[in-house]
């Protein structure tokens, strides 16, 4: 069964430092994985995915995010933290159900940035 | 910009009312998808729509079912509303001509309180 997987509930950075969100998936054949982020009180907004090609995907809102095959991971990334990236954000993986794909969510990690 | 509607942000029901939440995307996407969203348990698939009057279960559909006449329009019912249905409802579109690799858009969701 194809699953992702979002070890921490919550991480917390301080403005202006490096932020990392972690994830790890489970498939058979080559994944194809996405992030999301949801602002309090609405919807998900993608933020990025990853397909095929470069590791370092780059997305919205200055985020990016890094594609290891051997360690089956797929970090989100961002060099500078802003307190307007709190947010709650989830990794998903396009998952085969009924003829189509069905994207799987993580759980998803709730990011704290302090001033 | 796709956008995604759906008909109330907040909804208060009593416990064995029938209940209608209703979705509409305007981008002419043939896949829809309703979740239910509760904290620690991440993004739930209830249903999803294929095209215009195909649906298949997703991972929790007891209680619920689901209606596509419309290609636009996808309505989730709470046959008979109980308390453990109290959550945060969201809707989904997406293109199916790139169903595995392609991104979701999230209507900014229903918070259904059943009493």
């Known amino acids: 069964a194809q699953s992702v997987a979002q070890p921490e509930d919550q991480v917390n950075v301080a403005e202006g430092n490096p932020l990392t969100v972690k994830c790890t998936y489970s498939v058979s054949g080559n994944p194809y994985l996405f992030w999301y982020v949801q602002y309090p009180n609405r919807g998900l907004q993608f933020l990025l995915k990853y397909i095929t090609g470069d590791n370092l995907v780059k997305g919205s809102y200055g985020f990016e995010a890094e594609f290891n095959k051997s360690q089956t991971s797929f970090h989100l990334k961002k060099p500078s933290a802003l307190v307007s990236d709190s947010a709650l954000y989830f990794c998903?993986?396009?998952?085969?159900?009924?003829?189509?794909?069905?994207?799987?969510f993580g759980r998803g990690t709730s990011l704290i940035v302090h001033p | 910009d796709v956008k995604v509607t759906q008909s109330s942000r907040y909804l208060v029901k009593r416990t064995g009312e029938k209940v209608f939440l209703e979705c509409v995307q305007d981008?002419?996407?043939?896949?829809m998808f309703w979740y239910r969203q509760d904290p620690g348990l991440g993004l739930r698939l209830i249903y999803f729509s294929y095209d215009v009057k195909m649906k298949e279960k997703g991972d929790i559909p007891e209680g619920y079912s689901v209606s596509r006449e419309k290609k636009e329009r996808f309505s989730l019912i709470l046959e008979s509303a109980s308390t453990n249905q109290t959550s945060m409802y969201l809707c989904?579109?997406?293109?199916?001509?790139?169903?595995?690799?392609?991104?979701?858009?999230f209507g900014p969701g229903t918070r259904l309180t059943v009493t």
């Open positions: 981008m002419d996407h043939e896949n």
């Open positions: 989904a579109s997406r293109n199916q001509q790139w169903a595995r690799q392609g991104e979701q858009y």
């Open positions: 998903a993986v396009s998952t085969p159900k009924g003829g189509s794909y069905i994207p799987t």
